[in-house]
């Protein structure tokens, strides 16, 4: 039976099923809303077999079937974690196995959470869709605007079957359900929009800060095996089984080759990876040129902006979940769970820094950080101090590596070069946020 979770954005529908001794969330295609899972005897099969030694949780991604709407651009990954973890809260799930039959939020799910997160396994998993000179395994950026535009041309007709399902797309009756599941799951504009995120998005950085023990099965066929093969070999100790087949979808083809690992690898007792150690999104915000704005204003003046700036910045790190850190002296040094969030929240405070009459500039990078009591420390540290430190007032500057986990999200980035930063091996690339 369907429920439904309230959050601050919404409400989000999920189901149960099963009573195994395992908790496993199971993060499923977009365009194969909860409503229809029992409806296709294939799906029903795969969801009936997992609940023999698990008790699954399946849910709708927000904006998607039964949950409630959300604007057409809201493309960030975090909003599915979010809902994630609420599902986890709700039922007092304090840990369980993630199943990525679809990857993206799993993979930040895993990396942002690991003690949420005791097992992750992926199906078909892919980090970038396009090719680039360092990534032979993606498709040509051909391959990705057919893609957009076979949406545009039979969204809600279950075309899309012929792609991600060949092996069974000339079922009639499959054809329809996957078509009812379309049109349920989105509107064609919305699925657009949100498929052309999925296809800029590169979320490679992601993987080498993944811990958890995880398990990646893929189809030898399907077109992208190969960027599959890449994600296994980019988690460190990740297991990789190959079965035959050459369908994206979980339903179609033969279940078992691939049921089969995923109950011997979530039930088989591996053991939990600790160190401390987890993917975060960090950022600097502090007073552009404090010293001349303090002598400016003098003492007593300086304190009450200092103060109310502080207040605003507070309140906006608690309205898009980010976590002060530590004091920089005339700023602050947070952390996020995802990058979209860290640039929102960017975004907010340079506004009301302005309304405040005390301008910052602001750095962010993401990547792993190791935890210290209530502190955080690493390279991904220095490397968001230093990218502060090159702002202009005003400025948002970000690394190359946030720039790419939120392409897609409806950000624009300004190149301003490549830079060596003091105690940073190497040159960083860097961009700059668009002014709001």
Known sequence: MVDFIETATGRIAYEVHGDGPIDVLVFHPAFVPL????DEPRAATFRDRMARFARTVWFDSPGLGASDPVAVDDRLLESDVEAMLAILDALEIESCAIVGLTAPAALLFAASHPG???????????????????????????????VLANIAAGYGAGTALDTLAPSVATDADLREWYARGERLAMPRAHAAVRSAAVLQRDLRPLLATIHVPTL????????????SRYV?????????????????????????????????????????????RMLAAVMFSEV??????????????WAELVMRHEDA??????????????????????????????????TEIRARSREVGLPVRTGIHVGEVQLAGADISGMTVHIGSRIASLADEDEILVSRTLADLVAGAGFSFAQRGAHELRGVPGTWEVYALASA
Request: glycine share 10%; hydrophobic share 45%.
């Open 35 to 38: 409503d229809l899972l029992w």
């Open 288 to 301: 552009f040129d404090p010293h001349v704005r303090s002598a400016e204003l003098g003492d007593e003046a």
């Open 232 to 276: 296994a070999r980019a988690i460190a100790g990740a297991d990789l089984i190959e079965v035959p087949g050459y369908d994206f979808m979980f339903f179609a083809g033969d279940p078992e080759p691939v049921l089969a690992p995923i109950e011997s690898f979530v039930t088989g007792g591996r053991p939990r990876v600790s160190g401390g």
């Open 216 to 227: 990646v099965i893929c189809r030898s066929e399907w077109v992208s095996a190969p960027q």
């Open 313 to 346: 910045v507070r309140e906006t790190l608690t309205r898009h979940r980010g976590h002060a850190v530590g004091s920089t002296g005339h700023g602050v040094l947070a952390t996020f769970d995802g990058p979209g969030r860290a640039v929102l929240c960017a």
């Open 116 to 146: 949420r997160c005791r097992a992750l396994v992926l199906l078909n998993p892919t980090a970038r869709f396009t090719a680039a000179v360092d990534y032979p395994e993606g498709l040509p950026a051909a391959a990705t605007e057919l």
